[in-house]
């Protein structure tokens, strides 16, 4: 059951007034990704929340953006630098990558929004449980699936093109649909919810990274 009937999709445009608030580049650049991507997180999206943390935020602008346009009363963002736009109105913090500064139980949900690709392998089930830790609800999680050396390659373009203007973090180690299931269950998750395949891209870009690339899930604590 999500709340995905009740909320509409998200104007692109309206996003991107959004994030141009803080930063620049927005004003010039109508944000698809970001829409389509936190319109797959709303269709898995379990109730309304009265906090969510945001882990690996960045910038802090999505952050910022599903505070504005989610059913949740307070976002905060967390990541190891703090890139964090200085004018944001979500609180933001940087921590060690391994504690997170919040005590037992101190969120309904929490995001991560393509950043597990990012972690090294095996501190992922221990981010995973450190998040279960201080989050009692869902963990909504945007990120990659790789089913072979090819898309391994796309995935490694696709990250160079979104990350570099931000400077994001390049290097990633991608997953499989069965390498996700096996870090929701050492982690003490179960997947309940996947998004329908959403349209990041059209035409000649499909063809060089297809959509099914990008994968939205809703992991349930057990």
Excluded at 6 to 25: E, G, K
Excluded at 43 to 55: F, I, M, P, T, Y
Excluded at 156 to 161: G, K
Aim: glycine letters at 6%; one cysteine or more.
């Amino acid at each position: 059951m999500t709340m995905n009937t009740t909320m509409s999709p998200i104007d692109p445009r309206l996003l991107q007034v959004i994030l141009s608030r803080h930063l620049a580049m927005y004003r010039s650049r109508v944000p698809i990704y970001q829409a389509t991507m936190l319109d797959s997180l709303r269709e898995v999206w379990a109730a309304r929340h009265r906090n969510l943390l945001d882990v690996g935020g960045g910038t802090g602008v999505i952050a910022q953006a599903m505070a504005e346009l989610f059913p949740v009363d307070e976002v905060q963002a967390v990541d190891l630098i703090d890139r964090f736009c200085s004018s944001l109105s979500v609180p933001t913090r940087q921590y060690d990558g391994k504690t997170l500064p919040f005590a037992d139980a101190t969120f309904e949900a929490a995001t991560l929004n393509n950043v597990v690709h990012h972690v090294p392998v095996t501190a992922r089930s221990d981010l995973l449980r450190e998040i279960r830790r201080v989050v009692t609800g869902p963990l909504y999680i945007k990120d990659h699936e790789r089913c072979g050396t090819l898309d391994n390659l796309r995935l490694m373009a696709l990250d160079a093109i979104g990350n570099i203007p931000f400077g994001g973090m390049i290097w990633a180690r991608y997953l499989t649909r069965a390498e996700w299931e096996m870090l929701a269950a050492n982690s003490g998750y179960r997947i309940a919810g996947r998004a329908t395949p959403a349209r990041y891209r059209k035409s000649v870009g499909a063809l060089l990274f297809p959509n099914r690339l990008e994968v939205t899930m809703r992991f349930e604590p057990v």
